[in-house]
């Protein structure tokens, strides 16, 4: 930048009133409420018709990137194809300065001066300016552009802020309907009768969370149950879970047999989920007259057969977790009876992928451990002993690492 020459007092008066009109432009533009491309043009405009500054590049600082957001001036580059040098950011961090101070390459070299919009102490743009007007090229001036610059950068940092406060509204709203669609989904009411009684509880590792159990009267003697864990959380996994439950109860109205609801169901999330998307679940049909229990195992944690006497039995047969593959592999319906007083345990992975400080895992052997230490509690008691041992056993506290859902049957 040239030397500066004095300044008359009337010369002083048309530079002020020049500031002025720049400020009052920006100010106004900001007032308006324009996109934020808007803001950057009036501010290229500004500083071009105002103050007569013919070469303008504005560099800021975007999500921790920094980026090009204004190049203008003949002669110059674009320089929205350059990257911000890093003698730049090393040491312009709080004064202007000219661009002969730096060792810059060429291009840069037909600018004059770097000015540092800084807040708190971080600097959110650089302004680059040259072929400036021999009367506003004097410290003050400069102090000025910097004004103007911060004018404009906070303007643009108040429309972010502003924006992410709308579209985190929106995503709590969003996880406030998925709460909803996700508790309709669960049953109001759970059998408890003279010949099973089933209790089930759910403690999601998120607002939104990716289990699901469900219980379906079918007839006077039979139902439906099952228990269900899909791939990934929030709403996204709720949306899919609802599809689940509307196939499901779709089929089931059907009276469609077990064999084909669950190749059915697999059908519906793999057309739903492309693939990328999957549901591992147990379903059981019980049969209160005859006491048969029919089940698909879809690639879930096995549940616990708990005899009065006798050893446990572990519910495997089934096929692959659903919604991988279009068709079902090898797909096997089993068939139990169950015996006077046995406990059916079902859950989800969340009950025993829980560690300790050593990296111990809770696992199917702890869940034994608590379920047949509380074989005859009532069920309630039962779930309750079990979210206790784990939270106590659980390295991160109360903090779990997945959703948590446990459905008991016990037969009478």
Not at 185 to 196: E, G, I, Q, S, Y
Request: hydrophobic share 45%; charged share 25%.
């Amino acid at each position: 930048m040239s030397t500066p020459r004095a300044i008359t007092p009337e010369k002083r008066l048309f530079l002020k009133e020049r500031e002025l009109g720049a400020l009052l432009e920006i100010t106004q533009a900001i007032n308006q409420d324009p996109t934020e491309g808007a803001l950057y043009k009036i501010f290229q405009f500004t500083l071009l018709g105002q103050l007569n500054i013919r070469r303008l590049v504005l560099y800021v600082k975007e999500e921790g990137l920094w980026q090009c957001m204004v190049s203008f001036g003949a002669g110059l580059p674009d320089f929205r194809k350059l990257t911000l040098p890093d003698a730049v950011l090393e040491q312009c961090t709080a004064q202007p300065g000219p661009i002969a101070d730096f060792d810059l390459s060429k291009e840069w070299q037909l600018l004059e001066t770097i000015i540092p919009v800084v807040q708190n102490g971080e600097v959110l743009a650089y302004v680059f300016i040259g072929n400036v007007n021999e009367d506003y090229a004097n410290e003050e001036a400069t102090k000025f552009l910097q004004t103007l610059a911060y004018i404009l950068i906070g303007a643009i940092e108040n429309r972010r802020l502003a924006r992410q406060r709308v579209a985190a509204a929106a995503m709590r709203k969003e996880i406030e309907i998925a709460q909803e669609v996700q508790t309709m989904l669960f049953p109001r009411k759970l059998p408890n009768d003279a010949a099973v009684a089933v209790h089930a509880s759910y403690v999601p590792h998120t607002a939104v969370g990716g289990d699901y159990y469900d219980v379906v009267s079918l007839d006077d003697n039979r139902f439906l149950f099952c228990v269900a864990d899909v791939s990934g959380k929030g709403v996204a996994a709720s949306l899919l879970m609802s599809n689940f439950q509307a196939g499901l109860r779709t089929l089931l109205r059907q009276q469609a047999d077990l064999a084909t609801v669950v190749q059915e169901l697999n059908n519906l999330i793999f057309r739903n989920a492309g693939g990328d998307k999957f549901i591992t679940v147990f379903f059981g049909l019980y049969d209160r007259a005859t006491r048969r229990l029919q089940y698909v195992n879809a690639g879930h944690n096995d549940p616990l057969l708990v005899p009065d006497y006798g050893p446990v039995v572990l519910l495997k047969e089934g096929t692959i977790m659903l919604g991988v593959m279009d068709e079902l592999p090898m797909l096997k319906v089993g068939e139990i009876e169950v015996p006077p007083r046995a406990l059916l345990f079902t859950y989800t992975d969340g009950l025993t992928e829980v560690f300790d400080a050593d990296q111990e895992e809770f696992g199917e052997e702890g869940v034994l451990r608590v379920v047949n230490h509380n074989r005859y509690a009532p069920l309630a008691t039962m779930h309750k002993e079990l979210l206790r041992e784990i939270e106590a056993y659980n390295l991160n506290g109360s903090r779990f690492a997945d959703d948590v859902t446990i459905l008991s049957c016990r037969f009478k």
